[in-house]
């Protein structure tokens, strides 16, 4: 199954999807994304093993934070999840998720176009999930998830994985500024972010700076629990395998409203 057809940052979605396939292989494993395996048996081996050891364990880190994150949300009542930069999510499909509860995923039309051949192919269907084909640069994006159902005065789930670091620090603060402002007291927020600055890099990524992150979320309109990757792990039960805190790193956040409580 080919990806040329999509743009780079569409290609990364297939990238993170192989080295989520890999957490299907453990003897224990924290999820199984039926995308990912379906995508990872379709390539080569070649392919599955450019996927490097650091990126494997970050991808896993942060989609079980994030799953947790989500299902607590869920469970204090929150009923709209908002995947922004969704690539081959899976969570409406594998998340035993409430049955009014809506996900909204928001992404390219060159990514939900490779999206769905995987899904159709895979037999997924899911009448909870809605797609938005929408640049979070537009002024008319949060407009475009209302006309398919999503309402500002009800809570929302907003999730940011892997999505912030393709964007310089003004726009970061712009794009979770306009989130908090377009947020009902008691929304959530879920954000990973990471803060590798060490060569080889992504030619799209732009670093992060890492201090004062929670002064950083306040003056975007967010309370924010901050953590790292290797604390993460380790508190879940892996510690990150040898090397691989000193080739990747990360921070996970788990954010609320300004006043919420």
């Not at 939900?112 to 009448?127: T, Y």
Request: aromatic share 8%; proline share 4%; net charge negative.
């Amino acid at each position: 199954m080919g990806n040329g057809d999509l743009s780079a940052v569409g290609r990364t979605a297939f990238a993170v999807a192989l080295a989520r396939a890999t957490e299907a292989t453990r003897d224990h494993p924290w999820f199984v994304d039926p995308l990912a395996v379906r995508l990872s048996a379709a390539v080569s081996q070649a392919t599955r093993e450019r996927v490097s050891v650091g990126l494997t364990a970050w991808i896993a880190v942060r989609t079980r934070f994030l799953d947790e994150l989500i299902l607590q949300a869920a469970g204090r009542g929150l009923r709209q999840l908002v995947i922004i930069g969704a690539g081959l999510d899976a969570r409406a499909f594998r998340l035993n998720l409430p049955p009014e509860l809506t996900v909204y995923e928001v992404d390219r039309e060159d990514v939900f176009a490779a999206k769905r051949r995987i899904l159709q192919a895979a037999g997924l269907v899911s009448g909870r999930r809605h797609e938005i084909v929408a640049d979070v640069l537009e002024a008319d994006w949060l407009e475009r998830i209302e006309y398919v159902g999503w309402r500002r005065d009800e809570r929302t789930i907003w999730i940011l994985e892997g999505f912030l670091i393709y964007f310089d620090p003004e726009t970061r603060t712009r794009i979770l500024t306009e989130l908090a402002g377009a947020s009902a007291p008691g929304s959530e927020l879920g954000v990973t972010m990471s803060t590798r600055t060490d060569e080889p890099r992504h030619p799209l990524w732009k670093a992060f700076d890492a201090t004062d992150v929670d002064g950083w979320f306040a003056e975007c309109g967010w309370q924010a629990a901050v953590t790292t990757m290797a604390d993460a792990s380790g508190r879940y039960g892996r510690p990150l395998p040898t090397g691989v805190a000193e080739r990747v790193s990360g921070l996970l956040v788990a954010a609320r409203t300004v006043g919420a409580g």
